[in-house]
């Protein structure tokens, strides 16, 4: 239940990303450190099991499967620790995995750790000397400097927006896995490095190319509701891979009762991302078979993770693809408190062009009714909108006629109730971020 907690926690604080070690634990295994009379023992419903054997292996013999439960929870970024490089990336080749760092899948099967970093034979403090420093290996040396970059993202994002719009733990989440670079002997995700090692500077860059576009080019937090969906184009760059990624806080599962490997899975919203081709082809996120970790990732519909990503390897220059992204079931869980049939969403796009915000303006207004208004506007998805009105055209406080509204499409429509009596009123649309 540790990874529920975790979830709950994260969930109710949705600008709040928890870094946790993915723990040193493959290859643990063999007599007692101490002496045969110590042992080791197990915890299992409440009952403590001591044996004077010695230690089974933690996992299988590839060393999957060897996360801690803590480390398995959904809405957090699970660090696991690789070689340093001496000169440099230069290829998935150069990223090489510690002896020690735990492997996924979780038992449902999602894709942990999320990213790798630095975590052998590190220069650290020490509690014993306040004159020198001792060198350290473990996840806990990878974690901290990966939770150290994550900061200075969100500094870099509080500089260029204000910090009265702060980035969501989910876009933080999925800006770390977006841009981390890729490990492993095949393209895709796997459960040895996640989905690759840290690279800071190449989010940082994907922020300030978010902020100068004007349009969310690159980066957009979404608010989507039960039955709707969220669809907008992306230009391809062309000469690059066409990335496009999404990740959401999802609502904490509930664990199964104990046993060994449970395949349960945790994942409560089921979000589908698709990106559709100009000749109509659709593209599929990532997905991972837990019953063979060791494969390379292939693409299909993904039913595990809160993560999704597709690649277009080799779009044609300035095609246009349609990013879609759907949910499964009728309704959405409301994990966040105070919030109903709604699951707010990142998404992290690159190998793209910016295209210029369109003229914010009303671009049609009718009455359908004797006391209803429909009324539409061209709107940047991700963007928040409120439509206000007042019955004086030159004068008088305007007053909301919506709640906030986040553009889910390219094209937002509202019907506007219009109480008797009201002769004329005058409507428009603001952007409040």
């Not at 929870?73 to 002896?99: C, D, E, H």
């Not at 980035?167 to 393209?187: F, P, Y």
Request: charged letters at 10%; one cysteine or more.
């Amino acid at each position: 239940a540790a990874a529920q907690t975790i979830d709950q926690i994260a969930n109710n604080a949705p600008t709040y990303l928890p870094v946790w070690a993915s723990a040193n634990e493959r290859g643990s295994a063999g007599a007692p450190i101490y002496s045969p009379s110590f042992g080791y023992y197990t915890f299992s419903n409440g009952v403590v099991i001591v044996s004077t054997a010695n230690r089974p292996n933690d996992g299988d013999a590839g060393g999957y499967d060897t996360l801690p439960e803590q480390a398995c929870a959904k809405n957090i970024l699970t660090v696991g620790a690789v070689n340093g490089i001496t000169n440099g990336y230069a290829g998935s080749n150069s990223v090489v995995m510690s002896t020690f760092s735990s492997f996924g899948p979780t038992d449902d099967g999602r894709i942990k750790p999320d990213v790798v970093a630095d975590g052998v034979n590190l220069f650290s403090t020490v509690a014993t000397n306040d004159s020198s420093y001792p060198s350290y290996s473990g996840t806990s040396m990878a974690t901290p400097s990966t939770c150290g970059s994550l900061a200075l993202l969100t500094e870099l994002h509080n500089r260029l927006y204000g910090t009265n719009q702060p980035m969501l733990a989910s876009t933080l989440r999925g800006l770390a896995i977006h841009t981390a670079d890729e490990a492993g002997t095949a393209v895709g995700p796997d459960y040895r490095f996640g989905w690759g090692l840290l690279n800071a500077r190449k989010a940082a860059l994907l922020v300030q190319s978010n902020n100068a576009s004007g349009s969310l080019a690159h980066i957009k937090e979404v608010r989507l509701t039960g039955g709707d969906y969220i669809e907008f184009p992306v230009v391809a760059k062309g000469g690059q891979p066409l990335i496009v990624g999404t990740a959401w806080n999802d609502p904490a599962g509930t664990p199964p009762a104990v046993s060994l490997d449970p395949t349960n899975r945790m994942l409560v919203n089921d979000l589908d991302l698709r990106v559709v081709a100009p000749n109509g082809t659709t593209n599929f996120p990532w997905v991972l078979n837990p019953a063979t970790p060791t494969n390379a990732a292939t693409t299909g519909d993904n039913i595990r993770d809160n993560v999704e990503q597709v690649v277009i390897s080799n779009p044609a220059t300035n095609s246009i693809y349609t990013v879609r992204l759907t949910h499964k079931g009728t309704n959405l869980v409301a994990g966040t408190t105070g919030t109903t049939n709604e699951q707010w969403v990142s998404f992290v796009i690159s190998g793209n062009v910016a295209q210029p915000a369109p003229l914010l303006l009303i671009t049609s207004i009718a009455m359908t009714s004797s006391n209803t208004v429909a009324l539409q506007w061209s709107s940047v998805v991700g963007r928040v909108y409120q439509v206000q009105h007042r019955d004086d055209v030159a004068t008088g406080a305007w007053s909301n006629s919506t709640g906030e509204i986040s553009a889910t499409k390219t094209n937002v429509a509202v019907n506007l109730s219009v109480p008797a009596g009201v002769d004329a009123r005058f409507y428009r649309v603001v952007q409040l971020r």
